[in-house]
């Protein structure tokens, strides 16, 4: 689809540009653009995706999880229902690998290293990208290049400064078993200089979804139960342009999530008591001051708390109770300077620094805490047809616990280049290679954890090579937009930690895994125009990834496939644009998986095709929008499994109601 056209100002005070993006902002008189959304992406010497919120409702999505699905090479781990857990894994990598940006600010979790983006509301998502290896933009934290890869969600902006008008932004959403959504976002511009934005969202639902158990011959009717979610959000979003070049910005964010949790399904013991009491708080300030001279700087402060409070009533416990809990910290700085000379060659040096720590009610615990000092060198050369990025990352770990041993430290470098090549000049056809090598710490959890930590294990370390083609067909009345890509890779990881034995009841983390992966990823993205008011799209996307564990040939799971990753995944998204209502069919599947790397028989776990239904209509009156959208999910019932033994919900349906101002 395209963009519609807009000021170069207006569209880069809207950016974020510490975001994965090619753009600096400048401020630029009476020029207008007309791009495709995947033009950046095509062009882009490593592989990246993306899908704006435009984009989402066009191609039916639903929540942040289905949106994932629609990028190719990820793998989202989803316990069920509105509000469950949801994670991802990079192409194979596994989800602490993946790392996460938020409004240009890496979030963290140093107890799992694993973010849950159930706590991200997709309705204020302005755009969701997936970026593997390091992003064509240099000018980024150092911290963003830390990771093998990483999720990058950017939020709507704050109203434009030279924008007076009040945004008002009211929807509702409600569904099967429960589900009451309200949500609310409010921005306001003051004086020519300051912006500011609230939002806030509050999700409630039951998830009592009924699924079919089977036990040999024995096939029962059963309710998921204790699955009840009850969570809110909300942000606060300032932002002050001290001039054309200058510009703070700021963000609050608050998350409660009081939710039960079903448990696995076990035969004939389906009673749960478990529940989780999530919370979590931060606040960040960027200043930017760009293009002065050749000159642009960065600067930016968060500080995040987490805590997460689990209550289990049952009898094996001593007094009948067990509750667990967990409080996490983070102060984070970072630095970024950026030179650019002419049209052609860019550097930038950035600095971070982030203290974590953790505490917990748990008799034995450590209280362990890291200091973090990470610094990149990159440079990018750009000429017509050719695009170089090439950098360092430099990383030193100070671990250290208040009681008992301590983690081991680590001092790292890691290199990488991606390279994009336009081989003809009049076609929109490039060659892009790229290389990466990156590491990743152990968690507190790997490290520290009760019977299970291991103060002595090695940073996991992965070499990532890519290979791919990207095309993008010129822009015709009837074919408005038509984008190929397709990739190949191998990542190679060494010391991976994985959870070992020692005896029935006693297990602990060791550095012992080598995994080899290799895969290939195909997107789609076609639009077709027939008529003046009418479009048809066509999304896709298809992964094959092959992840095998290569210790040593005498282990059981050599070559075998690694828990949890399909070989083959995909989705895809059937709409038609159009005077009357707009309608959209779409699918998302994958091929079975095992829930070990043994794979045997008894756990694997059923390959599914899950689709869904879509019809929406937009109503405008004066500056006032109306939409109404209808999802069927599910059409089919499928009774599948993301997470062994966690059914995900069957045939079910969704109401919204958004007002626009």
């Not at 860019?346 to 450590?366: I, R, V």
């Not at 490039?430 to 930590?453: C, W």
Request: glycine share 8%.
């Amino acid at each position: 689809m395209r963009r519609a056209a807009s000021p170069v100002l207006i569209v880069c005070l809207g950016l974020d540009v510490s975001a994965q993006t090619d753009t600096l902002l400048r401020r630029l008189d009476n020029v207008e653009v007309t791009a495709t959304a995947s033009s950046r992406d095509v062009k882009a010497a490593n592989p990246t995706f993306t899908i704006t919120h435009a984009k989402m409702l066009s191609t039916g999505v639903t929540d942040i999880s289905d949106a994932l699905h629609r990028l190719p090479g990820l793998n989202i781990r989803d316990y069920g229902g509105a509000g469950g857990m949801k994670t991802v894994s990079v192409r194979g990598l596994g989800a602490t690998h993946t790392g996460v940006i938020y409004d240009g600010v890496s979030l963290s979790d140093c107890q799992s290293g694993q973010i849950d983006l159930s706590r991200y509301s997709l309705d204020n998502v302005g755009s969701l990208q997936a970026v593997f290896g390091d992003g064509s933009n240099i000018f980024v934290p150092a911290r963003a290049t830390a990771a093998a890869a990483n999720i990058v969600i950017e939020t709507h902006p704050v109203p434009d400064s030279d924008d007076h008008d009040t945004k008002v932004t009211a929807q509702f959403k409600t569904g099967s078993w429960g589900l009451a959504n309200p949500y609310l976002s409010i921005g306001k511009s003051f004086g020519g200089r300051l912006s500011l934005a609230v939002t806030g969202e509050y999700t409630y639902a039951d998830n009592d979804y009924p699924f079919t158990l089977r036990n040999g011959t024995l096939v029962t009717r059963e309710r998921r139960n204790n699955s009840r979610i009850n969570s809110g959000h909300g942000e606060f979003n300032l932002s002050y342009r001290f001039s054309s070049r200058s510009q703070l910005s700021a963000k609050a964010y608050y998350y409660d999530n009081d939710r039960r949790l079903p448990g696995a399904v076990v035969l004939y013991n389906p009673e749960s008591r478990e529940s989780l009491h999530e919370r979590n708080a931060f606040g960040q300030m960027t200043w930017r001051l760009l293009s002065v001279g050749e000159f642009s700087m960065k600067f930016t402060g968060k500080f995040n708390w987490e805590a997460s409070l689990y209550h289990d009533e049952n009898g094996k416990y001593p007094g009948g109770v067990k509750d667990e809990n967990y409080w996490q910290r983070e102060a984070y700085v970072t630095g970024a300077l950026l030179w650019r000379h002419g049209d052609h060659w860019e550097a930038d040096y950035s600095a971070d620094y982030f203290y974590n720590n953790l505490t917990s009610n748990e008799p034995n615990q450590n209280r362990p805490y890291r200091h973090s000092i990470l610094q990149t060198l990159y440079g990018r050369y750009r000429a017509d047809r050719l695009l170089v990025t090439a950098g360092v990352l430099a990383s030193i770990y100070d671990n250290g616990a208040r009681s008992g041993e301590t983690a081991a430290d680590a001092r790292k470098l890691s290199p990488s280049v991606n390279i994009s090549v336009q081989p003809f000049g009049g076609s929109m056809l490039f060659v892009r290679a790229g290389y990466k090598n990156i590491f990743r710490m152990p968690t507190f959890n790997d490290s520290y954890y009760f019977r299970m930590g291991n103060t002595g294990l090695k940073p996991e370390s992965t070499n990532q090579i890519n290979l791919g083609l990207t095309w993008q067909a010129p822009a015709h009345r009837l074919l408005p937009s038509a984008t190929l890509t397709g990739d190949v890779y191998i990542n190679n990881v060494k010391d991976k930690i994985v959870a070992m034995p020692q005896n029935m009841v006693i297990w602990t983390m060791v550095n012992l895994d080598k995994v080899r992966a290799f895969g290939a990823d195909l997107t789609a993205d076609v639009a077709l125009s027939p008529s003046r008011r009418h479009t048809i799209t066509l999304t896709g996307n298809y992964s094959y990834q092959r992840v095998q564990p290569r210790t040593s040939p005498l282990d059981p799971d050599w070559n075998k496939q690694v828990a949890y990753t399909p070989r083959h995944s995909g989705a895809m998204s059937l709409g038609w644009e159009n005077p009357w209502v707009n309608a959209t069919l779409h699918a998302i599947g994958t091929s079975c998986r095992y829930g070990t790397s043994t794979n045997i028989p008894s756990t694997r776990i059923g390959g599914y095709i899950d689709c869904g239904f879509a019809l929406y209509r937009t109503i405008t009156f004066g500056r006032n929008r109306i939409t109404l959208r209808a999802d069927l999910l599910n059409i089919f019932d499928k009774q599948y499994e993301v997470v062994a033994r966690y059914p995900m919900q069957g045939r079910s349906w969704r109401a919204t109601v958004t007002y626009s101002l």
